[in-house]
């Protein structure tokens, strides 16, 4: 039988899916196919995080459920944070629908499979039992040189807008040695990029050490012989440790970037949120950085439009912005969730207030981002090439150490010839707003 996958989401929703279908070819012998109409069973693994992500899991569904009516999609599974949140809401309201399997029961897909196979519905969202192991089956959906590694699942945090607790649970730490072994068969593969996944990766550890141990599995997994780059995301400011910042430092493998989700600079927001202890606070962090790595890249995402964000807690984020000058900055309009403690929060922001501090925050950050690429120009970068580019065949195109993997932007070279997965050394000619051109001047020396 063949299967299909839409995977939606985030870059973890990602490594559920190769999980899934991991799992389904493994156990069950189905095929990948990446034309839905030749699937016999479509698994899409949704996103439930904000609103418009609902919206497009809902999107997707519905198209593929219009195949299963023509008679060109026998069975329809759906998996991830939308399926965790709304099961019953979901196999009930559509009914083309045949498995709803929640994020925590991902290994429970052969028991799912045989029921649907056998013409019976099914729903599995009741615990939290699944953390991936080195052992778990996995199909890379990346290319064949860079990988997601996620180190733990949920999340003991309760920010007042968020709902990932509620759909992943507490937090759940691979141990140290696990996550190297898989890394070591990820490189055994080819793989020579690795990307550290978790709700906050600065907290990874807690619950199984006591401590806030990525620092020491930064530093073993800088051991595995053929990963090059090492890169982590999702770092929540107050976990941010002097001893994390001087791995970053000091350790070549990992790459100097960090990617900082602030949200807010405001005192009264944070507070409101639960995030970070202070303004000041996130400050002084960021500022730490930068004088110890000045080459470092920062990245952070903002809300903006959170109840009770005043013009003058605007005004006071929007200057912060304007003068750190982040590398890359996610701006996200807040989105009102049920079952969250920021649904209930008085002084709601108007949508339209919403959407205009969300265009000035992106359109300001842009001509940041366009400076900052524009003294580029002449410097000489490693680059890894990630293949033809998806803009002109007649192009490579790659990423620096600075550039996180589908999220930032890209180096593109017309002058030189590169293998997929090859390191790189180009010398920068023109910027965009986040991209490059350039052309190869060394080839990596094997």
Known sequence: MKLGLISLGCSKNLVDSEHLIGLMVARKGFEITNDLEEADVVLVNTCGFIGDAKEESIQAILEVAEKKNSGKVKKIIVAGCLAQRYADELIS????????VGTGEIHKIEEIVDTILEDSKIVRCDSFEFLADAGTERILTTNPHTAYLKIAEGCNRRCTYCIIPQLRGNLRSRTIEDIVEEAKA????????????AQETTEYGIDLYKKKAL???LKELAKVDGIEWIRSYYMFPNSLTDELVEVIKNEPKVCKYFDIPIQHISGNILQNMARAKSGDHIKSILNKIRTEIPEATIRTTVIVGFPGETEEDFEELKDFIKEFKFDYVGVFK???????????????VPEEIKEKRWAEL??????IAEIKNR?????VVEVMIDGISSESEFMLEGRTRGQALDIDGKVLT??????????VKVKIEQNFEYDYIGAIVENEIK
């Open 93 to 100: 309201e559509i009914p083309e629908i045949d498995a709803v």
């Open 186 to 197: 990820l490189a055994a593969n080819g793989v020579r990029e690795i990307n550290l996944l």
């Open 215 to 217: 620092p020491d599995l």
């Open 334 to 348: 807040y989105s009102r969730e049920e079952g969250t403690v920021a649904h209930d929060l008085e002084n709601q």
């Open 362 to 367: 992106t359109n300001l950050q842009a001509e």
């Open 375 to 379: 003294a580029m120009i002449g410097k």
């Open 414 to 423: 017309n002058d030189g010839t590169a293998k997929q997965g090859e390191i």
